[in-house]
Nanobody, 127 residues
Framework: QVQLLESGGGLVQVGGSLRLSCVASGRSIYSYAMGWFRQAPGKPREFVAAMLGNPGDTYYLDSVKGRFAISWDTAKNTVYLQMNSLKQEDTAVYYC????????????????????WGLGTQVTVSS
């Protein structure tokens, strides 16, 4: 069993930055892929970013490209999401995800493809 614990969320003003962290425990972190999803109130869960392998290719939601960056430190069993130039529409609960099975890059946005989920951390961007 794997536990994913997110941290780093909070309240930030438009244009600000936050760095989310996700620590994995309970099993070797040598998972195939790590990523982030988010869910805003009243909206479906949405893919944000993923890294397939480490080192590996990265993939992003179009609206966060150039503003968000995913990174993965296997020595620390930790994956990060650096979020810059935050907008109000980035307000959501952010979830860390991990997969131990191979995911084709065209399918990373599908929640069932991911094996483990964290409990989430709230990010609120205010004007």
């Amino acid at each position: 069993q794997v536990q994913l614990l997110e941290s780093g969320g909070g309240l930030v003003q438009v244009g600000g930055s936050l760095r989310l962290s996700c620590v994995a425990s309970g099993r070797s972190i040598y998972s195939y892929a790590m990523g982030w999803f988010r869910q805003a109130p009243g909206k479906p869960r949405e893919f944000v970013a993923a890294m397939l392998g480490n080192p590996g290719d990265t993939y992003y939601l179009d609206s966060v490209k150039g503003r968000f960056a995913i990174s993965w430190d296997t020595a620390k069993n930790t994956v990060y999401l650096q979020m810059n130039s935050l907008k109000q529409e980035d307000t959501a609960v952010y979830y860390c995800v991990a997969a131990w099975t191979k995911i084709h890059h065209t399918l990373v946005q599908e929640p069932p493809r991911w094996d483990y989920w964290g409990l989430g951390t709230q990010v609120t961007v205010s004007s």
